[in-house]
């Protein structure tokens, strides 16, 4: 398998296209003048991968560019990957388009329909890269996740923008980000195939014989524990059992098959009497409502009785009133009933200056006084035996009302006794259930023989596949693969002429970074001087690794792309333009650099394909049949038209 790319496209926002094709298992070149867009190529590739975050800088691209597409060739199959620009400071689009087995990019952006989430994306690269199943478990006590290896981690190989390869201490694609550099690491093993493809499988297999393995070690460890005593485990719940009531309180045993009896027995099904009460339907709410209307009515009668006594007590009032004036009206019987009496005084027969009030109007007002003295007398037994009536209804309510308020007690009292005894079944109920949960698992030894066969048999199982996935062996071999990387980054350190390339170099899993074997010490390669150094070193690392890739068929894809690798010799903001390649040192070392990528490619074709994208052009017949592009006077990756 080798995943390569054939082209790479942008669209404009009326839906123009512009294409930067590449030639299959060769190097490709791409030079430049500053500021034309060549830096965006590999920022391209990484957006259409799935990153979650477009690197692309802002400027002509972001404002000109609607759609980024690449077509990835994977053994003649062409696949499409389309993303939508996110825009001027936009950080990501999830519109993203997928699709196989195609020939070239769509004219317009009309077919780009959003069919693709990025995750989905990473999910169907790392198919077709043929990423197996696959797990790295952190080594015992480590705090960070298992790791299954895919597209994500595979691309970190196959990048090296401007700021990566001139770098001392970062010596892969995104390694100075949170996390990446533990994912490189952990993913390094099965990339460079020290991890077999089965290598999941058996991880899986062995995960899970471990499980039983502890699972059957407890029951053994329960066992053991029952065959000379009770456990304390056992004891306790027999406490507990006596404690709730499932048990009497002088129950004991001091054998092993003693207190499992006892404990079966507290564990047995139980009926639930309740206690019962003398009227069940009563209730309490009904209870308080009719008590509650009771007093209603005895104030009401209280309020009728206290009305009537009032009556009572007026109309006695008025009777005594009326008797006095009874008894001074009296006297009329010894005044004359001569009509001109009434100007003399009846007593002396003086003339008055008053008349008095004539005989007959003092009778007739001693008339009416005994008319009303008379109803008095009438109606005051009717209200006496009204007044008795109620008195005997409020006797009776009362009664009533001390009934009700006693039946509310004796409720109340019911009510607490069954919410006792529903906490009683409840705990008893618990405590049966952790029983009968320790007698189903714990086991004796005599009872248990088979166990200690089982436990045996999975005791072996565990230690073969132990042995077939050997940590020490994949670690040895994952040794023997970064020492083959390390025998090729030393001969390509040679054919470049780099510093300490004398030496015996290698790459550092740990610390991620080329390190050169000196007499005196290892020396890292932020310990090495020169930008030279430092890019001579990446490019020497990862065509190390790829031809390890290759050599092996792992699934990472089959490019490299680079980006501006002469800045160590040439400022990237200057335009170098045209150079020999042997007028000067820093001329020969870009020149040696190139001629190393042209043979890699040549050596290793059809199965890899490296594109650089740089400022210099070297006046070499070999450089310029490997340029496919060149960006200077006006030509950029952005047509000018686009941003009008």
Not at 369 to 393: F, Y
């Amino acid at each position: 398998m080798t995943l390569q790319i054939r082209a790479i496209a942008i669209y404009s926002h009326d839906g123009e296209r512009r294409d930067v094709r590449f030639n299959l298992g060769a190097l490709n070149i791409v030079t430049g003048a500053s500021k034309t867009g060549k830096s965006a190529l590999l920022d391209i590739v990484d957006y259409c991968w799935g990153r979650s975050e477009c690197t692309i800088a802002e400027g002509e691209i972001r404002r000109g560019v609607s759609w980024f597409a690449v077509i990835f060739d994977n053994d003649g199959e062409g696949i499409l990957v389309a993303r939508r620009n996110p825009g001027p400071a936009g950080k990501a689009s999830d519109e993203i388009y997928f699709e196989r087995n195609v020939e070239d990019f769509p004219e317009t952006t009309v077919p780009l329909v959003k069919n693709s989430t990025a995750d989905g994306l990473r999910q169907r690269l790392s198919a077709i890269l043929g990423v197996a199943e696959n797990l790295y478990i952190p080594e015992p006590g480590s705090t960070r996740r298992p790791l299954d290896a895919s597209a994500s981690q595979a691309i970190f190989f196959c990048l090296q923008n401007q700021d990566e390869i001139a770098s001392r201490r970062l010596l892969f694609h995104r390694q100075g980000e949170e996390r990446i550099p533990q994912a490189i690491k952990d993913t390094l093993p099965y990339f460079v195939g020290a991890m077999g493809e089965d290598h999941f499988l058996k991880q899986k297999r062995y995960e899970d014989a471990r499980r039983r393995l502890r699972a059957l070690e407890r029951s053994y460890a329960d066992a053991l524990a029952l065959t000379d005593e009770a456990s304390g485990t056992a004891r306790n719940l027999l406490q507990e059992a006596k404690r709730v009531g499932l048990l009497d309180l002088d129950a004991s045993a001091t054998s092993l098959e003693g207190v499992r009896a006892l404990l079966g027995q507290a564990a047995g099904p139980r009926s639930l009497e309740y206690a019962k009460t003398d009227d069940p339907a009563a209730d309490l709410t009904d209870l308080e409502e009719r008590r509650r209307r009771i007093r209603i009515e005895l104030q009401e009668l209280r309020d009728d009785i206290k009305d009537l006594q009032r009556l009572t007590r007026e109309a006695s009032e008025f009777e005594t009133e009326a008797r006095e004036q009874q008894a001074r009206l009296a006297s009329i019987e010894l005044v004359s009933h001569d009509a001109a009496a009434h100007e003399t005084c009846p007593l002396c027969d003086s003339h008055l200056a008053v008349a008095v009030p004539a005989v007959d109007e003092i009778r007739k007002s001693l008339g009416r006084l005994d008319r009303q003295l008379s109803s008095v007398r009438r109606d005051n037994p009717r209200l006496q035996g009204h007044i008795a009536d109620l008195e005997t209804k409020r006797t009776s309510r009362e009664v009533e009302l001390t009934s009700v308020q006693g039946d509310i007690s004796t409720r109340i009292a019911d009510n607490e006794r069954l919410r006792i005894e529903q906490d009683q079944f409840t705990e008893q109920a618990r405590v049966a259930g952790r029983i009968g949960y320790y007698l189903e698992n714990a086991r004796t030894l005599s009872d248990g023989e088979g166990l200690r066969l089982q436990l045996a048999r999975v005791r072996a199982e565990v230690g073969e596949l132990e042995a077939a996935l050997d940590q020490e062996a994949m670690e040895e071999r994952l040794t023997t693969a970064l020492g083959l990387i390390g025998r090729d980054i030393t001969d390509y350190a040679g054919r470049l002429e780099l510093e300490h390339g004398e030496n015996s170099l290698r790459l550092d899993r740990k610390n991620l970074t080329v390190v050169a074997d000196t007499i005196n010490g290892p020396l890292f390669l932020y310990q090495i001087g020169s930008g030279e150094n430092w890019v001579g070193y990446h490019v020497a690392a990862h065509l190390a690794l790829h031809k390890l890739f290759r050599t092996l068929d792992r699934p990472v894809p089959a490019f490299v792309m680079l980006d501006q690798p002469s800045q160590a010799h040439y400022p990237k903001e200057k335009d170098v333009g045209e150079i020999s390649g042997a007028e000067d040192e820093d001329q020969l070392a870009v020149a040696r650099l190139y001629r190393l990528l042209l043979d890699y490619c040549v050596s290793m074709a059809p199965s890899m394909q490296i594109i650089v994208a740089d400022h210099v052009d070297l006046l070499q017949e070999w450089f310029r049949e490997s340029t496919v592009e060149r960006w200077r006077d006006g030509i950029k990756l952005v047509p000018m038209t686009w941003l009008r």
